[in-house]
Nanobody
């Protein structure tokens, strides 16, 4: 019953920054773990970062030091700050709320990084 909507994607030059938002239609407090995934054309969807309700985070090695995941439960929104973007970051980015047995997914937002 909770809908997730990503926004903030776009076209950016290598080295630039973007901040993605994932807005939920309802409370995200009940989601202990949320995360960001990305999928490039012809590639498997991969986990980028996760964050718990308590603020613990994990990152894929490919984005460590460049991306920061955060959440604001009062605003029912999760964020992904992306800095020092590289062309290989180009993908559709999806937010996810882990909720067994039916996880929630957003529809994705396109991020394109050009050199």
């Amino acid at each position: 019953q909770v809908q997730l909507v990503e926004s903030g994607g776009g076209l950016v030059q290598a080295g630039g920054s973007l901040r993605l938002s994932c807005a939920a239609s309802g409370s995200i407090f009940s989601f202990n773990v949320m995360g960001w995934y990305r999928q490039a054309p012809g590639k498997q969807r991969e986990l980028v970062a996760t964050i718990t309700r308590g603020g613990s985070t994990n990152y894929a090695n490919s984005v460590k030091g460049r991306f920061t995941i955060s959440r604001d439960d009062a605003k029912n929104t999760m964020y992904l700050q992306m800095n020092s973007l590289k062309p290989e970051d180009t993908a559709v980015y999806y937010c996810k709320a882990f909720h067994w047995p039916t996880d929630y997914w957003g529809q994705g937002t396109q991020v394109t990084v050009y050199s």
